[in-house]
Structure formats: structure tokens, C-alpha cells
């Protein structure tokens, strides 16, 4: 699975994206558990961050595949 970062989540983790290792379809808790064992400390955007699957965003309870290219993101500010 590939996560994609963008805004500030970008700065935090220091990178574009990240392969995560999964082999089943899993819940979006399961995702930021995930996301915060690689990098500790990202559960703090949670409950600002939309998530995409695919380019489109995804509902609070849809489940990802392996395969999914998942996207994070943050309210972004901007002029």
C-alpha cells in the first residue's frame, strides 16, 4: 500500500509517500496505527486528515486494499 503526504504531514514525516506492508484490507484505525509505528508521533493529524483512496475520498468507515494508494490530507492554508 502506498501512502501519499502532503502540507504538513509532508514536513513531519520528511517525505513525498511510504510503502506500508499490508497484505489484507484494513480499517482506517488500522491504517494510522500503522502510519504511527513507522512514524511515531502522526496520530496528532488525525482528526484533521482527510483520506483518499484512489484520488477519491473515502468514507469514515471504507476499508483499503493492499494495492490502494492511499492519500493524507491535512487543511491546507495558502494566499
Known sequence: MRVLFFAQIRDFTGRADSELP?????????????????FPGIEKFRSSTRLARNAAFSAPDEQ????????????????
Open 64 to 79: 483499503f486494499e493492499p494495492g490502494d494508494e492511499i492519500a493524507l490530507l491535512p487543511p491546507v492554508s495558502g494566499g
Open 22 to 38: 499490508i497484505d489484507r484490507a484494513i480499517r482506517p484505525d488500522e491504517l494510522w496505527h500503522a502510519l504511527n509505528e513507522r
